[in-house]
C-alpha cells in the first residue's frame, strides 16, 4: 500500500505503511511489556508506602507478587539476549510465583483465620513449571513449541482462577463486597485472556510472544491493562477495608467504654450490697456494744443523781462517776463513728491511713461477734505503719475477712477458735496475715474462692472476697490466700507503704 502526499504539487514523501507497521510493531509490543513493569513496580511502591510498617502480612505478598512481575516482565523484553532458561523458563516460573502469592495474599485478609501458613503449593507449582518447561524444551531441541507456550499460559489462567476464588472466600466475611466483587472481575477477565491466549497459540495465528499480528497485540495490551487495574484494585480495597476497621475500632471502643462504665456501676452497687451485708450481720452484736455503754452510763447517772441528794459534799465520787459517765458516752461514740465510716459511700476518696488503728477499729466493731462465737483475735502491728487507701473501703476488706474466719471457727468449731493478724515490712511493702485457726481452704480453691459468685459456703454470696480482691487491686496491692501450716486459713495482703 503506497501513500504519497503533495504539497503544491510537489511530491514530499512516498510511504510504504505496511512496512512501517511491521518495523515499529515489535518495539511497541515490548514497549507495553516494559510500560507494565513500570507500573507493577510503581503499584509495589505504593503498597510499601501505605502498609509495610504495619506489618501487613497481606500487603507484603501483595507487594513481592508485583515486584516479582516487574521482574518477569523485563526479563521477558530482553528474551534475544538471555538464555531461554533464564529468559523464558524462569520468566514463565517467576510469573507463576507472582500471581500465586497474590493469591496467599487475599487469603491474609481473613479476619476468622489469622493464622495462615504460605501453601507448599506456592512454591511447589513455580518449580514444577520451570523443570517441565526445561524438560520439554530440551525435547524440542531448545525451542519454545506452541504447545510449551499453551502449557504456561494456561497455569496463568489457573493461578489467576485460584485467586478468583480466594476472593470469592474473602469476601464472605466482609459487609460491603463491592470492591471484592470488582476484583473477582478483574481476576475473571484475566484468566478468560490468558484462555484467548492459548487459543491464539494453538489455532497457530500467533505463537510469539511479540508477534505484529492484530489481535495478539490486543490481548496483550488487555493482559497489561487489566494486571494494572488488579493491582489498583488491591490498593483501593485496602484503603477502603482499612477505613472500615477504623471505624469498626471506633465503634468497639465505644462499646467498651459503655461496658467499662456499667462494670463499675455494677461493683459500685455490689460495693453497697456487701457493705450492707456486713453491716446487717454485725447489726445485733453493734447494737449490744452500744446497749452496753449506754447501760452503764445510765447507771452511772442513776448513782450520781441519788448522791447528789443524799451526799452532795462527796466530790471525788462524783468526779468519778461523770468520768464513768464520759468514757462510756465515748466508747459508743468510737463504735457509731466507726459503723458510720464502714457505711460510708465515699469509694473515690484515698487518704493516708494509720494501719494499727483501722485494724482495731474493725476488731473494735466486731468485738460483740467475736465475743458470742467465743473467738479470740490477736494484732501484732507497729504503730507506725501507713498505707494510702480509702478508709471504708479498707475496714470493707477487714470485716469481709474477719467474719470469713468467724464463721469458718464457728462450723470447725475447735476448742479454741483464734484469729491471728500480724504486719511485716518487705521492702516497700506492708505484708499483712490474717490467719485462723480453722478447717482451711478445700485443696485446688485458692484462687477460686475470688472468683464472682463463688463461695463454699451454702449461704454465701461469692461477692465478699471478689470484692475484697477488686478493691485491693485498685489500692496497687494484692491479695492471695493459701493453708497455713496449722492447717487454717491464710490471707495475705500487701500494700505500697506510704
Not at 21 to 27: A, D, G, H, K
Not at 62 to 71: P, S
Not at 221 to 233: M, P
Not at 326 to 339: G, P
Request: glycine fraction near 4%; aromatic fraction near 10%; charged fraction near 15%.
Amino acid at each position: 500500500m503506497f501513500i504519497s502526499f503533495r504539497v503544491n504539487k510537489q511530491p514530499i514523501a512516498i510511504l510504504n505503511y505496511s512496512h512501517t507497521l511491521s518495523c515499529m510493531t515489535p518495539f511497541t509490543i515490548q514497549t507495553l511489556f516494559l510500560f507494565y513493569s513500570a507500573l507493577s513496580f510503581l503499584s509495589a511502591t505504593l503498597i510499601g508506602t501505605l502498609f509495610w510498617k504495619r506489618n501487613d502480612q497481606s500487603a507484603k505478598l501483595w507487594l513481592w507478587g508485583c515486584l516479582l512481575t516487574a521482574i518477569a516482565t523485563v526479563i521477558t523484553v530482553n528474551r534475544g539476549s538471555i538464555p531461554l532458561t533464564i529468559s523464558y523458563s524462569l520468566m514463565v516460573s517467576i510469573e507463576a510465583l507472582s500471581v500465586l502469592l497474590f493469591s496467599e495474599s487475599l487469603k491474609r485478609l481473613s479476619i476468622t483465620n489469622s493464622k495462615i501458613k504460605l501453601s507448599w503449593l506456592t512454591f511447589a507449582i513455580p518449580i514444577i513449571l520451570f523443570s517441565v518447561v526445561e524438560l520439554c524444551r530440551q525435547m524440542a531441541n531448545g525451542e519454545i513449541t506452541p504447545v510449551i507456550s499453551a502449557s504456561t499460559t494456561l497455569t496463568f489462567a489457573i493461578a489467576n482462577i485460584f485467586c478468583l476464588y480466594q476472593t470469592m472466600r474473602v469476601k464472605n466475611e466482609f459487609e460491603n463486597k463491592t470492591f471484592f466483587n470488582f476484583l473477582i472481575l478483574v481476576f475473571g477477565v484475566v484468566a478468560a485472556l490468558y484462555f484467548m491466549r492459548i487459543f491464539i497459540i494453538l489455532s497457530g495465528y500467533s505463537g510469539h510472544s511479540f508477534d505484529t499480528k492484530t489481535l495478539n497485540v490486543i490481548v496483550w495490551f488487555a493482559l497489561f491493562l487489566f494486571g494494572s487495574i488488579r493491582n489498583l484494585a488491591y490498593i483501593v480495597l485496602r484503603l477502603h477495608l482499612g477505613f472500615n476497621e477504623h471505624t469498626r475500632l471506633n465503634s468497639m471502643n465505644l462499646r467498651l467504654s459503655d461496658v467499662l462504665e456499667e462494670r463499675n456501676e455494677m461493683i459500685l452497687s455490689l460495693q453497697k450490697l456487701n457493705r450492707s451485708a456486713s453491716i446487717n450481720a454485725l447489726a445485733s452484736t453493734i447494737s449490744h456494744e452500744i446497749n452496753q455503754p449506754l447501760g452503764a452510763s445510765r447507771l452511772n447517772a442513776q448513782f450520781a443523781e441519788m448522791k447528789l441528794q443524799s451526799d452532795p459534799s462527796n466530790v471525788p465520787l462524783l468526779r468519778g462517776l461523770v468520768k464513768n459517765i464520759l468514757d462510756d458516752i465515748n466508747r459508743a461514740s468510737t463504735i457509731v463513728k466507726n459503723l458510720s465510716r464502714l457505711s460510708s459511700n465515699q469509694s473515690s476518696s484515698v487518704t493516708y491511713v494509720n494501719l494499727a488503728e483501722s485494724i482495731n477499729q474493725v476488731i473494735e466493731i466486731s468485738k460483740g461477734k467475736l465475743r458470742s462465737s467465743k473467738t479470740t483475735i490477736n494484732l501484732d502491728c507497729a504503730s507506725h505503719y501507713q498505707i494510702s487507701v480509702n478508709m471504708s473501703e479498707w475496714q470493707q476488706v477487714l470485716i469481709n475477712l474477719i467474719n470469713n474466719a468467724i464463721q469458718a471457727l464457728d462450723e470447725a468449731n475447735p476448742d479454741q477458735k483464734r484469729i491471728e493478724i500480724s504486719v511485716k515490712q518487705e521492702n516497700q511493702l506492708l505484708t499483712i496475715f490474717i490467719e485462723d485457726n480453722g478447717p482451711g481452704i478445700q485443696a485446688g480453691q485458692e484462687s477460686k474462692i475470688f472468683d464472682l459468685m463463688f463461695s463454699s459456703k451454702e449461704a454465701g454470696s461469692g461477692i465478699g472476697l471478689w470484692l475484697s480482691k477488686n478493691i485491693i487491686n485498685r489500692f496497687d496491692g494484692e491479695i492471695t490466700a493459701h493453708n497455713a501450716i496449722n492447717g487454717g486459713a491464710c490471707f495475705v495482703i500487701r500494700l505500697p507503704i506510704t
